[in-house]
C-alpha cells in the first residue's frame, strides 16, 4: 500500500477475481491509515482568505497583489500553522516536494495562490506596459512603408535598412524568385 499526501492509493497486483469477494491487501498496521483522508485538512479557513481579500481590495490597483500576501502572512491563521514560510517562487513552497508544478499542499493553499495571482494579473494590467512601445529615434527606425502608408515604427536590424520582420519577408522572396 502506498500513501502519499494527496490521496491514498494501492499498487494492484493481481486479478480482477479479487473485486469478486476475495479479500483485499492486508495491512498490517492500520492504525497509519486513520485521519488519512482524499485530501489534507485545510491549513486556512475560507473566511481568513475571503478576509484578507476583502481588505487588499481596499489598497488602490497596482499593489493589491503585495498587500494581500503582507496581510495573509500576519494572520494569526497562519502564524499558527505555516509560522514563517512564504509562498516562494511560483507558489514552491505551498507545493507538496517543493516543486513549482507539483499539486499543492492542501486546498485553502490553492485558493490563497489563486487570489493572489488574480490580484497580481490586475497590478500588472494597471501598471504594466502592454501595448505600449517605446519611441525609436527616426535614424534607427525601419525603412519600410507599411500598408497603412506610414513609416515602421520598429528599430532597424543591425546595418540594415529593415527591421527584423521585414528583413525576413524581403530575404524570403528574394530566395524564391
Not at 46 to 54: A, F, L, N, P
Amino acid at each position: 500500500m502506498k500513501l502519499t499526501q494527496d490521496f491514498v492509493s494501492t499498487d494492484w497486483r493481481g486479478s480482477h477475481l479479487r473485486f469478486e469477494g476475495s479479500p483485499g491487501p492486508e495491512v498490517s498496521d492500520r492504525s497509519s491509515m486513520e485521519g488519512t483522508s482524499r485530501t489534507m485538512s485545510r491549513l486556512l479557513s475560507k473566511r481568513t482568505i475571503q478576509q484578507v481579500e476583502d481588505l487588499a481590495t481596499l489598497v488602490p490597483r497596482g499593489g493589491r497583489a503585495k498587500c494581500f500576501r503582507k496581510i495573509l502572512y500576519q494572520t494569526e491563521e497562519y502564524k499558527e500553522k505555516l509560522g514563517k514560510t512564504r509562498i516562494g517562487d511560483r507558489g514552491c513552497n505551498w507545493r507538496e516536494e517543493g516543486d513549482p508544478t507539483g499539486n499543492f499542499v492542501c486546498p485553502s493553499l490553492k485558493e490563497a495562490w489563486t487570489v493572489y495571482q488574480k490580484f497580481g494579473r490586475q497590478d500588472w494590467t494597471e501598471r504594466g506596459s502592454s501595448g505600449t512601445r517605446k519611441v525609436v529615434p527616426e535614424e534607427l527606425r525601419c525603412e519600410k512603408v507599411t500598408a497603412k502608408g506610414e513609416r515602421c515604427s520598429k528599430k532597424k536590424k543591425g546595418k540594415e535598412c529593415f527591421c527584423t520582420q521585414h528583413f525576413n519577408i524581403l530575404k524570403r522572396t528574394l530566395i524564391f524568385t
